[in-house]
């Protein structure tokens, strides 16, 4: 059975032919945006939200996060979010087809240690997005067959996205700046091995033959930087991903521990169980009775 997570294609929204949306919400408009928004869902495009005045409560990935006139948040393609609750606000919506970023900056994206591109703004970063926005909306609103107006749209985009990444990059090295960047580089890599691997590698030492080190150096470097050991991190995504498929699915218990690599889904009970205080069942019950 297919999880039912819908996933927002940038197609089904953004004029044909075009690589960008950009939209201004009106204190006004903010209901239906919200209430649209408010479906757990992914997109396989890019998407950033800019509030002007106001504030927004989004969950990425069962992770609370608020968005006011002080922060920007980008959400990258196969997050998991809704908008969970709003005041009356007005803001910007960007969003932009997924092969336009550039390698570097999507690395520093979605490779951070928070995984939430979350970016604090001071008045005068505030400022020169909002003016950034302004000048996008204007030219994309122009004469669509104007001279070089392809390029020039692309440009604003380059310099929004090189902004933001660089923004974003001091933020992420303030934050773990006491840690030695080759401490950091193991770290990434061993987040980016679990991803994919999660539900086939579930001890440390396998991890650590991947990555061609001793499981004790590969715990105490991990552990070093986030304050977590590798089997944290390892049941975390198991979990996180049980908690996506128990509540956007009508897998039952015994197939989302098979999906999981768990043949014993009395093991994977007893795992759940104590990372987050409640079974299974009762973590689908409780969820499924706030929709």
């Known amino acids: 059975m297919s999880e039912k997570i819908p996933i927002y294609q940038f197609d089904e929204f953004a004029e044909k032919g075009s690589d960008i949306f950009l939209f201004h919400f009106s204190a006004a408009e903010i209901f239906q945006f919200a209430t649209e928004a408010s479906v757990p869902h992914r997109h396989d495009h890019y998407c950033c939200f800019f509030v002007e005045n106001g504030n927004m409560d989004f969950m990425i990935d069962f992770k609370p996060v608020i968005i006011n006139k002080q922060s920007m948040l980008i959400s990258y393609p196969g997050q998991v979010h809704e908008v969970v609750k709003h005041q009356t606000c007005n803001g910007w919506v960007l969003a932009f ?23 604090s703004l001071n008045d005068d970063e505030r400022d020169w997005f909002k003016k950034l926005f302004e000048l996008i909306h204007s030219v994309i609103n122009t004469n669509k067959k104007a001279l070089f107006q392809a390029q020039l749209t692309r440009s604003l985009l380059d310099s929004f996205i090189y902004q933001a990444s660089v923004l974003y990059q001091v933020q992420e090295n303030t934050r773990i700046q006491e840690f030695s960047s080759r401490n950091i580089d ?18 440390p030492s396998e991890y650590a033959e991947k990555m061609n080190f001793s499981v004790s150096y590969l715990n105490d470097t991990v552990k070093a930087v986030t304050g977590f050991p590798l089997t944290y991190f390892i049941q975390q995504e198991v979990v996180n991903e049980a908690q996506r498929l128990l509540y956007y699915s009508e897998l039952s218990i015994k197939e989302v521990a098979y999906n999981l690599g768990y043949e014993d889904d009395k093991y994977f009970i007893r795992l759940f169980g104590k990372s987050t205080g409640s079974s299974p069942a009762i973590f689908r019950k409780n969820k499924i009775g706030r929709r």
């Open 97 to 119: 087809d997924a092969k336009l970023i550039n390698e570097n900056a999507k690395l520093i994206i979605e490779e951070s240690l928070t995984k939430i591109a979350l970016i």
């Open 186 to 203: 193991i770290t990434k890599k061993f987040r980016q091995l679990l991803q994919k691997n999660f539900k086939t590698m579930k001890k």
